[in-house]
């Protein structure tokens, strides 16, 4: 936060004095590598290169929106083009810095590379650069959004980025850094913008609304901070969005009736009905959120968050006050949630609510998605057959035992699996599985689709087994009886190949299985190989998937 405080009069030049005609964005856009938020690693360097005229022929600022990129590459031209200059810092009073302000320069080019993908845009600015700067010292190239450039674009840039003209720096700004060649990449000096911590958020909210006189809770801050998720530019336009109400003061209220925030005291009543198992009150709680139109994408994410607190709290109670970002009432409160649930329980919480905000918001119900999820967390304990908790207990946590599938795994896939052992508590009191299911001994329930889940979860550099999935395997008492494609038969009883598979049989079935291996003819009864091959090339399938990936099919076997 070093130099924000000084006045920004001094600084912004030819912009209009009028605040209520112009943006917060532009007001306050830093004129001075001091001033940028957040970015004082990437800020010091670029100061010090600039001072020693240590010019880069190419550079690329690579971050999240709103962070400082283009900030900082106009600043950097300033700075190396100062009447004063070079310099650390631009004077932001010299004509030329002016004019950089003002973006009417004609030595600095701003460019949208969302606008300008095609090669002829490039070869234009190509031929732009070999002409010696007009007034300044440096012709500056700022190409923002650059990674929406054609392929042919980037080849045609390739050149002048190895071999600029000396007076000419390249400055690409991207949020999306791996559509870059690596040819492009290796040309230029890459600095990475980090998202701004919320802490440095809310001072520079603090600062903006001393600045604007205006009165405020820091609790409204703290919302402000954290639904601009790490980005300047985004929270300054919902500090305009509520100065834009015209309000005496600036309240957490108003800030969360204004954006669609759920308030803490709605986050506390759900987080109380889950524990309380309240499938009724769940239900309304999901129906007031859809009702009143709040954001559940963020909504979501501070759900997440609750679970990752609660965590915290119950491991280092008192302690972990401190490490919470919210006040310490609040925090205070969340602790004595904490000891509502086992920490088990409130991993397995975190974990599924993490992976399920996907699922929410791509599904086409939104609402019933979200709604299943609440109370799929409340009846954690009872989506957990038992006979699978007693596996886990045997087998040391295996993600699958038996190879059925419930409806549970369905829905929650990995997620489900994943949290079975931290949720063990809970399904040790699950009485509600059949009874014959019940008195069946484990490994009798133990099948080849459950073996086939089981080395998938063993999947390491260590396994050297061909895809099993193309295998159809039964087990008949002691005995598995494997059959398959003559080629995959033969690479399975390969001695190394079949030693491995019967480890790993052993592991599984917790006893000795005799393995009959079984090859079926490459054509069997559909046709010659050559007709089988014919007839996978017209699959649409096969054709979507060879488009994809610029594959070809080598050979085709019938699994007849």
Known sequence: MTGFSQSYSDCIIGLRRDMSQKHLTSIYRPQTFAQVVGQGPVGRILSRAAQEEKIAPAYMFSGTRGVGKTSIARILAKAINCKHGPAAEPCNECEFCSRITQGISLDVYEIDGASHTGVDNVRKLNEEVGYAPIELRYKVIIIDEAHML??????ALLKTLEEPPPHVTFILATTEPHKFPATIVSRCQHYVFKRVPQKELEEFLVEILNRQEKDFEQSAVSVLAKKGGGSVRDCLSLLSQILALGQGKVTVEGVRELLGIAGHELMFELVQSIADKDCLRIVELTRHLLNTGLDLGFFLQE??????????LKQGGERALE????????????????????????????????????????SLEP??????LFLNISYLSDLIPVQDF???????????????????????GKTEATTRESSAEYSANNHETAEDTANVPVEDNKDW????NYVQTKRDGSISLPNL????????????ELSCPKFLSERLKDKEKFSCLQSLVQEYFQKDMQINIQGAASCGNNGTNGELKKKAMEDPVVREVMDEFQA?????????
Not at 390 to 411: C, D, F
Not at 469 to 480: A, F, P, Q
């Open 390 to 412: 007693n596996s886990l207990q045997g087998q040391g946590g295996e993600e699958k035992v038996s190879g059925k599938k419930t409806p549970e795994n369905a829905r929650f």
């Open 552 to 560: 070809k099919v080598i050979d085709v076997f019938s699994r007849d």
């Open 449 to 452: 689709q459950g073996f086939l």
């Open 150 to 155: 054609s392929k042919p674009a980037f080849n």
């Open 323 to 362: 490490l919470l970002e919210m006040p310490g009432e609040e925090a205070r409160n969340w602790l004595q949630v904490s000891g509502n649930f086992p920490l088990s329980y409130i991993h397995a919480a975190w974990q599924m609510t993490l992976e399920g905000q996907k699922n929410v918001m791509f």
């Open 367 to 372: 609402g019933l998605a979200m709604e299943l």
């Open 303 to 312: 759900f997440t968050n609750v679970w990752r607190n609660l965590f915290i």
């Open 469 to 480: 999935n193309l295998v159809d395997g039964k087990r008949v008492n002691d005995t598995l």
